[in-house]
C-alpha cells in the first residue's frame, strides 16, 4: 500500500501573544523657582538688631547671620535667605513685621526687604 493518500493538514491551534501596553505615569514634581529675600543697609538699625532678626526669622547660625550682616553694612544689600516664591514672601512680611529697633531712636520702622527671581 503506498501512502499517497491526499491527507488533509493538520490544523495547529493558533498562538497569539497578547502584549498588554501597561501606561506609565510618572509624577514629577516641579520645582518651583527660586526666589531670593534681600535686605538693605540703613542706618536706623543696630547689627545687634540685624543678627537678631537673621537668627530668629530665618533660623542663621550666629556666625552666619554675623557675617550677613557686615555683607549688609559693606555692600548695602545681601540675600539672606532662598527659598520658593511663596516662602520668599513670607520671609519678607516677617521681616517687615519685626518693626522698629528699640535700640535706636531715629529707627521709625522695619528693615527695607525685597524678594527677587534667583539665578538657577
Not at 535686605?39 to 543678627?51: A, C, G, P, R
Not at 537668627?55 to 535667605?81: C, D, M, Q
Request: aromatic residues 6%; charged residues 30%; glycine residues 4%.
Amino acid at each position: 500500500m503506498s501512502d499517497e493518500q491526499g491527507s488533509a493538514p493538520v490544523d495547529e491551534p493558533e498562538t497569539s501573544v497578547a502584549v498588554a501596553v501597561e501606561e506609565e505615569q510618572q509624577t514629577r514634581t516641579k520645582k518651583l523657582p527660586p526666589y531670593n529675600v534681600i535686605i538693605l543697609n540703613d542706618e536706623e538699625h543696630t547689627f545687634q538688631y540685624v543678627i537678631e532678626l537673621l537668627t530668629k526669622l530665618f533660623a542663621h547660625p550666629l556666625r552666619t547671620a554675623e557675617a550677613l550682616t557686615w555683607a549688609i553694612h559693606n555692600s548695602g544689600r545681601a540675600v539672606v535667605y532662598t527659598t520658593h516664591k511663596e516662602k520668599a514672601e513670607l520671609k519678607r512680611e516677617q521681616v517687615v513685621s519685626y518693626g522698629a529697633d528699640p535700640r535706636m531712636k531715629e529707627s521709625k520702622g522695619p528693615l527695607r526687604c525685597y524678594i527677587e527671581p534667583a539665578e538657577g
